[in-house]
T-cell receptor
Framework: EAQVTQNPRYLITVTGKKLTVTCSQNMNHEYMSWYRQDPGLGLRQIYYSMNVEATDKGDVPEGYKVSRKEKRNFPLILESPSPNQTSLYFC?????????????FGAGSRLTVL | QKEVEQNSGPLSVPEGAIASLNCTYS??????FFWYRQYSGKSPELIMS????GDKEDGRFTAQLNKASQYVSLLIRDSQPSDSATYLCAVNTGFQKLVFGTGTRLLVSP
C-alpha cells in the first residue's frame, strides 16, 4: 500500500529534550515536506525537500532541522523543543510535476512539549 | 492580507442540500488549486484539483475557478452527514510551493 508513515503518532516531552519525528514514504516520491497545524492558523510549511541532500526552509523553520540522506526518509528534528512547538505535525510527499502538488499526507504526529 | 483565505465556518447545511465552500487567493500567478478534506483528528486527503478557469466535476463534487477574480469554490451536491469535515483550499504559488487556507468546517445535519 502506497503510504507515508510517521512515528511517533503521539509524544509528550519536556522543554529542551531533543526529539526526532521520523517520516518514510514508499512511493519513490522526490518531494517531501513537513507541516504543522495549529487551530486558527491552518497548515504551515516547516521545511521541504526536492530530493536527496536538497532541503529548504518553509514558512516556519525556526527551532527545527531536517535531513534527507535517503529518498524515502525525511526526519524532523527538534533540537531543543519549547512549549510553542506543541502542535500537530504532518509529513507529506509527492512526485515533482511543475505546478502540481498532489500531496499524500502521513497520519500525523501530535506533539506536546511541557 | 493572507495568501489564501477561507471562511472558518461552521457552514451548516441539511442532508441533501448543496454545500458551497469558497476560497480567495492573493497571488495572481498561481496556476493550480486544490481542495483537501480533513476529518477531525485525521490527515488531509485530496478530493479535487483544478488548473484552468471554469468548472470541473467529479461525482457529487464540483470545483470552480475564476482566475480574474482570484476565487476558487467547491460545491458538494446532495450533501451527506459523512461529508461533515474541514475543507482546506490549497494554492500553488510557485514551483512546489503550496499554501493552505485555514479551512472551512462543514456540518451536514441528518
Amino acid at each position: 500500500e502506497a503510504q507515508v508513515t510517521q512515528n511517533p503518532r503521539y509524544l509528550i516531552t519536556v522543554t529542551g529534550k531533543k526529539l526526532t519525528v521520523t517520516c518514510s514514504q514508499n512511493m519513490n516520491h522526490e518531494y517531501m515536506s513537513w507541516y504543522r497545524q495549529d487551530p486558527g492558523l491552518g497548515l504551515r510549511q516547516i521545511y521541504y525537500s526536492m530530493n536527496v541532500e536538497a532541503t529548504d526552509k518553509g514558512d516556519v523553520p525556526e527551532g527545527y532541522k531536517v535531513s534527507r540522506k535517503e529518498k524515502r526518509n525525511f526526519p524532523l528534528i527538534l533540537e531543543s523543543p519549547s512549549p510553542n512547538q506543541t502542535s500537530l505535525y504532518f509529513c507529506a510527499s509527492s512526485q515533482i510535476f511543475s505546478g502540481a502538488n498532489v500531496l499524500t499526507f502521513g497520519a500525523g504526529s501530535r506533539l506536546t512539549v511541557l | 492580507q493572507k495568501e489564501v483565505e477561507q471562511n472558518s465556518g461552521p457552514l451548516s447545511v441539511p442532508e441533501g442540500a448543496i454545500a458551497s465552500l469558497n476560497c480567495t487567493y492573493s497571488d495572481r500567478v498561481s496556476q493550480s488549486f486544490f481542495w483537501y478534506r480533513q476529518y477531525s483528528g485525521k490527515s488531509p486527503e485530496l478530493i479535487m484539483s483544478i488548473y484552468s478557469n471554469g468548472d470541473k466535476e467529479d461525482g457529487r463534487f464540483t470545483a470552480q475557478l475564476n482566475k480574474a477574480s482570484q476565487y476558487v469554490s467547491l460545491l458538494i451536491r446532495d450533501s451527506q452527514p459523512s461529508d461533515s469535515a474541514t475543507y482546506l483550499c490549497a494554492v500553488n504559488t510557485g514551483f512546489q510551493k503550496l499554501v493552505f487556507g485555514t479551512g472551512t468546517r462543514l456540518l451536514v445535519s441528518p
